[in-house]
């Protein structure tokens, strides 16, 4: 397995230390604080844990402080209810004793529906776009926002439809498609792959918002944190093969905006669905 799929791997394994008490390993990084969608995958795996022969369908969880990157975190499982159909369950993120992340999340067994979604978007085949990279970059002196989106971005391909990280003339649309999978092949394991796209599903769906002000991701003055963050499993889906991840930005003010997200796989079902608010703040140059 290509290494840095396997670090990521890795960093969302859980060590069990009581039935409903796990603890996440380390961040690889020498970044303060670790990324917020790394305690999301690890909070639903936490979760799942707990859970027989019921699937994920949907979180809503809360971020409340930064997460340090030097400690592990602790996963709390409360087993609020386990139904007929449904089971629900509610995760408490822990360091140093105190909380930083609360989890709600919702499991239901497999039963047999009616069938709809919206139509998916046109867009040209990941064949025909470029690749999004980061190896130019010296990441040696780079500053530590482009060395934190690098190292999110390294486990994975990335094909973008629209602008990515790069600057755009004020007015632009707040939306960005883009082409995505792991760079290398995964266990078949549907507790991993969710976990891998909860993960991703926290990078750079917030910053949809920056576009129509043609603010620039990556600039020093912006401050951007994830508040609170919902997502919906809608369809079996693996993170090895193409996804195309939709982020559209729904309304900023006071502070804080709210963007949503789609994810399709490459026949055009909408597999996931995602809604994020988050705080934005943009400082003096």
């Given at each position: 397995?290509?290494?840095?799929?396997?670090?990521?791997?890795?960093?969302?394994?859980?060590?069990?230390?009581?039935?409903?008490?796990?603890?996440?390993?380390?961040?690889?990084t020498?970044?303060?604080?670790?990324?917020?969608?790394?305690?999301?995958?690890?909070?639903?795996?936490a979760?799942?844990?707990?859970?027989?022969?019921?699937?994920v369908?949907?979180?809503?969880?809360?971020?409340?402080?930064?997460?340090?990157?030097?400690?592990?975190?602790?996963?709390?499982?409360?087993?609020?209810?386990?139904?007929?159909?449904?089971?629900?369950?509610?995760?408490?993120?822990?360091?140093?004793?105190?909380?930083?992340?609360?989890?709600?999340?919702?499991?239901?067994k497999?039963?047999?529906?009616?069938?709809?979604?919206?139509?998916?978007?046109?867009?040209?085949?990941?064949?025909?776009?470029?690749?999004?990279?980061f190896?130019?970059?010296?990441?040696?002196?780079?500053?530590?926002?482009?060395?934190?989106?690098?190292?999110?971005?390294?486990?994975?391909?990335l094909?973008?439809?629209?602008?990515?990280?790069?600057?755009?003339?004020?007015?632009?649309?707040?939306?960005?498609?883009?082409?995505?999978?792991?760079?290398?092949?995964?266990?078949?394991?549907?507790?991993?792959?969710?976990?891998?796209?909860?993960?991703?599903?926290?990078?750079?769906?917030?910053?949809?918002?920056?576009?129509?002000?043609?603010?620039?991701?990556?600039?020093?003055?912006?401050?951007?944190?994830s508040?609170?963050?919902?997502?919906?499993?809608?369809?079996?889906?693996?993170?090895?093969?193409?996804?195309?991840?939709?982020?559209?930005?729904?309304?900023?003010?006071?502070?804080?905006?709210?963007?949503?997200?789609?994810?399709?796989?490459?026949?055009?079902?909408?597999?996931?669905?995602?809604?994020q608010?988050?705080?934005?703040?943009?400082?003096?140059?």
């Amino acid at each position: 397995m290509d290494e840095a799929l396997r670090r990521l791997v890795d960093a969302l394994a859980l060590e069990r230390l009581e039935e409903n008490l796990f603890r996440g390993a380390l961040s690889d990084t020498h970044l303060k604080r670790v990324y917020g969608g790394k305690v999301l995958g690890e909070a639903i795996k936490a979760a799942q844990s707990t859970v027989d022969g019921r699937d994920v369908h949907s979180i809503h969880a809360y971020f409340l402080r930064e997460a340090e990157s030097g400690r592990p975190v602790i996963y709390e499982v409360d087993r609020s209810r386990d139904g007929g159909s449904f089971s629900a369950r509610r995760v408490v993120a822990v360091q140093r004793g105190r909380p930083i992340f609360t989890l709600e999340a919702s499991f239901h067994k497999q039963e047999a529906g009616i069938e709809y979604q919206s139509p998916a978007p046109g867009v040209p085949p990941p064949e025909e776009l470029p690749r999004a990279s980061f190896d130019q970059l010296n990441l040696e002196g780079a500053t530590p926002k482009v060395q934190r989106i690098a190292s999110i971005a390294a486990p994975f391909e990335l094909r973008p439809v629209d602008a990515y990280f790069d600057a755009v003339p004020a007015g632009t649309p707040p939306l960005r498609r883009t082409w995505l999978r792991t760079v290398d092949s995964l266990p078949d394991d549907a507790d991993l792959h969710r976990a891998i796209l909860a993960y991703l599903s926290d990078y750079g769906l917030i910053t949809t918002l920056l576009m129509p002000q043609g603010v620039r991701a990556l600039a020093e003055n912006l401050f951007l944190a994830s508040l609170d963050h919902a997502m919906w499993f809608h369809r079996p889906f693996k993170m090895d093969e193409w996804l195309l991840y939709v982020c559209e930005g729904v309304s900023s003010s006071g502070a804080r905006g709210l963007a949503r997200g789609s994810f399709y796989d490459r026949e055009g079902h909408l597999v996931v669905s995602v809604a994020q608010e988050g705080l934005i703040r943009i400082g003096d140059a």
